[in-house]
Nanobody, 124 residues
């Protein structure tokens, strides 16, 4: 069992930056791939970024590539999402997720555990 708690969301102007954190409970954190998804009002949850258990491999949605960076610190049981050059279309609730797989999926239905989400609002 893994419990995930996100933090770091807030209101920022377009072009600004935010760093989201996701703290995980449990001693098996380092065996899980970790990911970030987001969901805007009236839209489906969409993949943002993922990182393998070792941190050696990452994957990003085309819409955030070059602007967002996912990283993890297994000693601290924490995964991060650094978001730069934010745009109004990045506004959404951002969710942290964990998947017991060596190949993290971009499909939300394949992820095993979810956090409660943190709101990110980008004003124009």
């Amino acid at each position: 069992q893994v419990q995930l708690v996100e933090s770091g969301g807030g209101l920022v102007q377009a072009g600004g930056s935010l760093r989201l954190s996701c703290a995980a409970s449990g001693r098996t954190f380092s065996t899980y791939a970790m990911g970030w998804f987001r969901q805007a009002p009236g839209k489906e949850r969409e993949f943002v970024a993922a990182i393998t258990w070792s941190g050696a491999s990452t994957n990003y949605a085309d819409s955030v590539k070059g602007r967002f960076t996912i990283s993890r610190n297994n000693a601290k049981n924490t995964v991060y999402l650094q978001m730069n050059s934010l745009k109004p279309e990045d506004t959404a609730v951002y969710f942290c997720a964990a998947q017991r797989s060596s190949y993290p999926s971009t499909q939300s239905t394949r992820w095993d555990y979810w956090g409660q989400g943190t709101q990110v609002t980008v004003s124009s």
